[in-house]
């Protein structure tokens, strides 16, 4: 497990390759290249602020460069100061990269799961994703999941977490009807998933804590277990409605002299 992610760590560093690349290019080559990572990154995980920040950083560099040429070979106080200002913009900007790279990295997991969706921040995007009372969307609903997959412990829980995701994006895939109502129906396993991650940290070693998780751990399996009916449940309805209109296509083509008996 990586240190942002489920996934490995040689992925994660594979992703901000480019983020790494920003900070080995102290000198500008004619300007530093963060702002143009920034936007790259903030293409992928769909996030406005990050975008906004990224064109006011390419201003800047556009700026000291236009500066930098203006006054070149001369080595007065505006040249100094346009010096200065290319060591701060390359701290401030490749500070900005390394901040984000954790809410970058969970943008980008979470995308393997479902489309992403712009958001004005990742941390808005945490805090409705954490306080928010009830599940609106399929994305919310998959967004928790990661989250607290992410800060349990627990490797059993993870396979279920896993398999609900799995499942869920099959049931999302087929039916987006079916989808929203499986939110209301299984919402509770957000709650069910928050409660054993605060019985984790608490650390109470004790026999009411340990029938509690393993009560909790109880009810997520069998909320797993009933995810995988559900899901098999419909498409076998699916196969039943092709199954008929397979046999009234025959009928139709045998009643038209078209294939034999």
């Known amino acids: 497990m ?9 992925w994660e560093i594979r992703q901000l390759m480019w983020t790494f690349f920003s900070i080995l290019l102290f000198l500008p080559l004619p300007i530093h290249v963060h702002p143009l990572v920034m936007m790259s990154q903030a293409k992928k995980a769909k996030v406005r602020i990050w975008m906004i920040t990224a064109w006011l950083l390419l201003a800047v560099e556009l700026g000291l460069l236009f500066s930098f040429v203006m006054f070149f070979g ?5 040249m100094l100061l346009t010096l200065g200002g290319s060591v701060l913009s390359y701290i401030v900007g490749n500070a900005l990269l390394l901040n984000q790279a954790k809410p970058y990295l969970k943008r980008l997991e979470l995308a393997e799961v479902r489309d992403l ?8 995007m945490k805090r409705i994703e954490l306080s928010a009372p009830t599940i609106d969307t399929p994305q919310f609903f998959v967004e928790r999941l ?3 997959r ?3 412990d627990n490797t059993k829980i993870h396979k279920d977490i896993d398999n609900i995701l799995r499942l869920f994006q099959l049931l999302e895939k087929k039916d987006k009807r079916e989808a ?8 509770t396993i957000v709650n069910v998933l928050m409660q054993y991650d605060e019985l984790e940290n608490a650390k109470l070693n004790n026999t009411v804590t340990f029938e509690s998780k393993r009560k909790l751990e109880e009810v997520i399996r069998q909320a797993a277990v009933a995810v995988e009916q559900e899901v098999t449940n419909q498409f076998k309805m699916g196969m039943l409605d ?18 034999k008996e």
């Open 242 to 259: 092709v199954s008929a209109e397979t046999d009234v296509y025959i009928q139709t083509l045998k009643s038209r002299n078209l294939l």
């Open 2 to 10: 990586g240190w942002a992610t489920k996934k490995s760590r040689p």
């Open 146 to 148: 990661l989250h607290w």
């Open 150 to 152: 992410k800060e349990i």
């Open 74 to 78: 001369a080595l007065s106080q505006a």
């Open 117 to 124: 969706h712009w958001i004005a921040s990742a941390d808005s």
């Open 180 to 187: 929203e109502k499986f939110l209301v129906r299984h919402s």
